[in-house]
């Protein structure tokens, strides 16, 4: 993209400059040549430090905020190295304005958006997968999803890009429609409506208005995929201007795409697919029907059953995602995130799944709940009181209200709650032995993956 052209993308005057950038980056430490330099103010460290060491490395330009052109001496140094400062009002909007028209220059691409509570990085994962076997995709890399990783992704778009798939990210009031004006999605959809970042919200009705809004560029062409059977659907699918669908299983078997549905365990699920038998990879009900919401995205895009069914083969479990690591005990390592739907649901697949030994499940807190914290946390230990579990360890502050609740239950269970991170490390490796199954889940921010070291090498292979 040239300089004149993101300039005239935002609306500011430049003076006649020559060149343009090839790749745009938000650290100063992974510039590429010819790259453009975003300059983020932060909390703690703001970007415009950095624009002198991204000239340094081959940046040919910068966009900063105009008024920190002066504090950071921002001229000075693109004189000394030739480079272009595009100077706006704020960077983290300009960098969405500029992604919003960097996807313009590609009219033939379709572009699929991906939001919801949970699933969406499962989802767009497969239905790349599905997509790939017949087309040239884009799509995010990991969970780039934010205010800043969705339109850091667009940028990788290029010429021979057919279908760009893209999720979409929240924790704030707005976010979902600043990111639907950056994509403008001709597909969209909406895996589920759950209490993740409710804190934010305020409520799960609030998180429903909030992902309804990756529609509101929809002008009547557009193509909205909505869950069944989810308490939002009908709102979700009120007053869209766009087609709507509904995409799940019961769907799926009315289409007559879906029959022999088979629960094999942490082997996953078996089933046939428009008449050809498919083996699943992934355990678990909520991971199904995030395969069955990629094969809505395939069935839209126009993909075949038979690069549908390549899809549902290939796939594996992401990182900290029911992934099942089978050794001398069994581990379902389930702790990239947490909140009361998915936490309940790894529950329910470890309590129905067919185990012979222990079960241990080591549970951290769910966080950004919000002032539903506490009675998220107690309707926890309710849901515990009444599991299958053999042994219970609670982490975090917030599980406090979860071992308060089991021990006034007087539960006849070995329960344990600590906020110490060694602590736990310590009652675990006193506790587990040969032929336990194991099951780790909380938010992120816990680190629960920290604890397979204390399960050890002899534990898990």
């Given at each position: 993209?040239?300089?004149?052209?993101?300039?005239?993308?935002?609306?500011?005057?430049?003076?006649?400059?020559?060149?343009?950038?090839?790749?745009?980056?938000?650290?100063?430490?992974?510039?590429?040549?010819?790259?453009?330099?975003?300059?983020?103010?932060?909390?703690?460290?703001?970007?415009?430090?950095?624009?002198?060491?991204?000239?340094?490395?081959?940046?040919?330009?910068?966009?900063?905020?105009?008024?920190?052109?002066?504090?950071?001496?921002?001229?000075?140094?693109?004189?000394?190295?030739?480079?272009?400062?595009?100077?706006?009002?704020?960077?983290q909007r300009a960098l969405q304005d500029l992604a919003a028209a960097y996807l313009r220059k590609f009219p033939r691409l379709l572009r699929v958006g991906i939001t919801g509570s949970?699933?969406?990085?499962?989802?767009?994962?497969?239905?790349?997968?599905?997509?790939?076997?017949?087309?040239?995709?884009?799509?995010?890399?990991?969970?780039?999803?934010?205010?800043?990783?969705?339109?850091?992704?667009?940028?990788?778009?290029?010429?021979?890009?057919?279908?760009?798939?893209?999720?979409?990210?929240?924790?704030?009031?707005?976010?979902?429609?600043?990111?639907?004006?950056?994509?403008?999605?001709?597909?969209?959809?909406?895996?589920?409506?759950?209490?993740?970042?409710?804190?934010?919200?305020?409520?799960?009705?609030?998180?429903?208005?909030?992902?309804?809004?990756?529609?509101?560029?929809?002008?009547?062409?557009?193509?909205?995929?909505?869950?069944?059977?989810?308490?939002?659907?009908?709102?979700?699918?009120?007053?869209?201007?766009?087609?709507?669908?509904?995409?799940?299983?019961?769907?799926?078997?009315?289409?007559?795409?879906?029959?022999?549905?088979?629960?094999?365990?942490?082997?996953?699920?078996?089933?046939?697919?428009?008449?050809?038998?498919?083996?699943?990879?992934?355990?678990?009900?909520?991971?199904?029907?995030?395969?069955?919401?990629?094969?809505?995205?395939?069935?839209?895009?126009?993909?075949?059953?038979?690069?549908?069914?390549?899809?549902?083969?290939?796939?594996?479990?992401?990182?900290?995602?029911?992934e099942i690591i089978k050794g001398p005990v069994t581990l379902i390592r389930d702790c990239y995130n947490a909140n009361p739907e998915s936490m309940a649901a790894a529950i329910e697949?470890?309590?129905?799944a067919a185990w012979k030994g222990r079960r241990v499940y080591v549970l951290g807190s769910m966080l950004e709940l919000g002032h539903d914290s506490v009675s998220a946390h107690i309707?926890?230990?309710?849901?515990?009181?009444?599991?299958?579990?053999?042994?219970?360890?609670?982490?975090?502050?917030?599980?406090?209200?979860?071992?308060?609740?089991?021990?006034?239950?007087?539960?006849?269970?070995?329960?344990?709650?600590?906020?110490?991170?060694?602590?736990?490390?310590?009652?675990?490796?006193?506790?587990?032995?040969?032929?336990?199954?194991?099951?780790?889940?909380?938010?992120?921010?816990?680190?629960?993956?920290?604890?397979?070291?204390?399960?050890?090498?002899?534990?898990?292979?």
């Amino acid at each position: 993209m040239s300089f004149a052209e993101a300039a005239q993308a935002l609306g500011e005057a430049l003076p006649d400059t020559q060149g343009g950038f090839s790749c745009v980056s938000i650290d100063s430490r992974e510039i590429e040549p010819d790259a453009l330099f975003v300059a983020l103010p932060g909390e703690k460290i703001d970007g415009h430090c950095f624009v002198k060491q991204a000239f340094l490395k081959g940046a040919s330009g910068a966009l900063v905020e105009k008024s920190k052109i002066v504090e950071y001496g921002l001229a000075a140094v693109a004189a000394e190295f030739h480079c272009t400062l595009l100077p706006v009002d704020k960077s983290q909007r300009a960098l969405q304005d500029l992604a919003a028209a960097y996807l313009r220059k590609f009219p033939r691409l379709l572009r699929v958006g991906i939001t919801g509570s949970s699933g969406k990085t499962t989802t767009k994962e497969i239905a790349a997968a599905m997509a790939s076997c017949e087309k040239k995709v884009i799509c995010n890399s990991g969970n780039l999803n934010s205010e800043t990783g969705l339109p850091l992704s667009v940028f990788k778009t290029r010429p021979e890009h057919e279908i760009g798939i893209f999720e979409l990210g929240m924790n704030r009031t707005g976010e979902i429609a600043e990111l639907a004006a950056v994509l403008e999605p001709q597909i969209a959809l909406i895996t589920n409506i759950g209490s993740a970042h409710i804190g934010n919200l305020g409520s799960k009705a609030g998180i429903a208005a909030e992902k309804k809004a990756i529609f509101s560029r929809f002008t009547g062409n557009e193509r909205g995929l909505i869950p069944e059977n989810d308490e939002f659907s009908s709102f979700l699918g009120e007053n869209i201007k766009g087609s709507i669908r509904l995409f799940g299983e019961e769907s799926a078997r009315q289409q007559k795409k879906l029959t022999d549905l088979a629960d094999v365990g942490f082997d996953g699920w078996e089933f046939k697919w428009e008449g050809e038998a498919v083996s699943f990879a992934l355990p678990g009900y909520h991971n199904l029907r995030d395969a069955f919401a990629a094969a809505a995205i395939a069935d839209e895009i126009g993909i075949s059953a038979e690069a549908v069914r390549a899809g549902f083969r290939s796939a594996r479990p992401l990182f900290g995602r029911s992934e099942i690591i089978k050794g001398p005990v069994t581990l379902i390592r389930d702790c990239y995130n947490a909140n009361p739907e998915s936490m309940a649901a790894a529950i329910e697949f470890c309590d129905t799944a067919a185990w012979k030994g222990r079960r241990v499940y080591v549970l951290g807190s769910m966080l950004e709940l919000g002032h539903d914290s506490v009675s998220a946390h107690i309707d926890l230990g309710k849901r515990l009181a009444s599991c299958q579990a053999d042994a219970i360890f609670l982490f975090g502050k917030e599980t406090e209200s979860s071992g308060a609740f089991l021990r006034e239950s007087g539960l006849k269970k070995n329960i344990f709650q600590t906020n110490d991170i060694n602590d736990l490390k310590a009652l675990l490796s006193c506790f587990i032995r040969e032929g336990d199954m194991i099951l780790l889940k909380g938010s992120r921010s816990l680190s629960l993956e920290r604890l397979c070291d204390t399960i050890g090498e002899w534990f898990v292979s």
